[in-house]
């Protein structure tokens, strides 16, 4: 699939080789994948490797041969200190403005890799090989990379486009249930925002009565490959991120602040936040009941909460209405005391409308009361 400036590829992850020169590669990942990333290159193609690198200075042909930048495991790799260092092993393997950097990972390291790129020298080559269901629907697509500060996650960072994005599907198969079931939340959101048809194609997999880890390469490319179509539409029509594109924010108004106050995964989050959503569309009368009910057989039969309770239970934390509200207040989409709401009107029919606080409020007061326990979800992490 080529995009503007990208081009997305599904293959054997040894094909980075065809794509990247290795003279020329830096790759960054974190110690956990680093591994079996190594692995699965040297053994695929020892010879070229050996050829491609003859000329490499030898200060760089470190232990593997190739240049390796390891970084923290998850989140925590997106902070100034790890940026730094990032920087400083750049300039100790001699990286100038042809180095390509090549992410493997998760989103964490895709948006850290993302601004190390856009800014190293005022912008190198990238190249991401997204190992997470995340990261290959949503956090490699569009170009937005970051860096947290504190508490604020995402709060620095910039555009910058991948030249390629190769997606091997096998990587999903050593997923925690978790981390694909964090997943699945981002893939069902892009279904909603997408069609019938794409639902009914989650609807099956949810009912093939086969655990995710279990689902067979082809049915795992089409899913992904669907999700990173939708994804694709709203950044084509909005590259900058102005408007249309923050039809992607959808549940998020509600999911970030579930996500800092109960830590669960960022889909778990949005799944919650997406059910409140549903809840409070359905109270304003924009979304049918019986469709609101069917978002959340969907998102339960991937162990994913779907109330605000199951959320804080699932973390086992008390609700906090309070700390809830002064968070989406604070949420950096906010216009005064106007909020930028993603109101689900039916399944391919999302709309962006203004809220005010006041009554994003009593929605969530609204929703605390009415949201029961969820004792399915209390079990699946
Ligand atoms: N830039 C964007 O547009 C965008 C969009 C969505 C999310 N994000 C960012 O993405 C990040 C979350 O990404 P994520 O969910 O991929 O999490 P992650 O990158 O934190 O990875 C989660 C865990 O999975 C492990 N892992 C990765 N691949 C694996 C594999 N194949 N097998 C086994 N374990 C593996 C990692 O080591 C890590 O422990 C957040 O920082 C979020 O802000 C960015």
Redesign the pocket.
């Known amino acids: 699939m080529q995009t503007d400036r990208t081009e997305i590829l599904f293959g054997p992850f040894s094909s980075l080789m065809e794509i990247v020169p290795l003279d020329k590669a830096i790759f960054i990942t974190?110690r956990?994948?680093r591994q079996r990333a190594e692995a699965l290159l040297a053994s695929s193609n020892a010879t070229h490797a050996a050829a491609s690198l003859k000329d490499m200075p030898h200060a760089a042909q470190k232990e593997s041969g190739l240049r390796w930048i390891e970084v923290p495991?998850?989140?925590p790799c997106?902070t100034f200190p790890v940026l730094e260092s990032v920087y400083h092993a750049l300039l100790n393997l001699d990286a100038n403005r042809d180095t390509v950097l090549v992410a493997i990972?998760?989103?964490?390291?895709?948006?850290l890799a993302?601004f190390v790129a856009h800014t190293w020298m005022r912008g190198i080559r990238l190249v991401l090989a997204p190992?997470?269901l995340?990261?290959m629907i949503?956090?490699s697509?569009?170009g937005?990379?970051?860096i947290d500060v504190g508490y604020a996650?995402?709060i620095v960072g910039s555009f910058h486009m991948p030249s390629h994005i190769l997606c091997d599907v096998a990587?999903?198969h050593?997923?925690?249930p978790q981390?694909l079931a964090?997943?699945m939340a981002?893939a069902i959101k892009h279904a909603l925002l997408d069609s019938e048809d794409h639902v009914e194609f989650l609807e099956r997999i949810a009912m093939s009565g086969k655990a995710l880890p279990e689902l067979e390469a082809g049915a795992f490319k089409e899913l992904v490959q669907r999700s990173q179509q939708v994804k694709l539409r709203y950044v084509q029509a909005d590259f900058l991120d102005a408007h249309a594109r923050h039809v992607l924010n959808y549940g998020h108004t509600f999911g970030h602040a579930i996500e800092l106050l109960t830590g669960l995964?960022?889909?778990f989050a949005v799944s919650a936040g997406m059910t409140a959503a549903n809840r409070f569309a359905v109270q304003r009368g924009a979304l049918s009941l019986a469709a609101a009910e069917r978002i959340e057989r969907l998102l339960a039969r991937f162990g994913l909460p779907t109330s605000m309770q199951a959320a804080f239970n699932l973390a086992d934390r008390p609700i906090d209405k309070k700390a809830l509200f002064e968070l989406m207040r604070a949420d950096k989409k906010r216009r005064s005391d106007i909020v930028d709401f993603v109101m689900p009107h039916a399944i391919g029919d999302l709309r962006i409308e203004e809220v005010t606080l006041p009554q994003l409020e009593a929605a969530l007061e609204w929703l605390t009361k009415s949201a029961s326990e969820d004792s399915t979800t209390r079990s699946a992490l």
């Open positions: 974190s956990a994948l495991d998850g989140e997106k990972g998760g989103g964490s390291v895709s948006d993302g190992t997470t995340l990261a949503d956090a697509i569009g937005k990379n970051a996650k995402n990587w999903l050593s997923l925690s981390d964090s997943g981002e995964p960022h889909g």
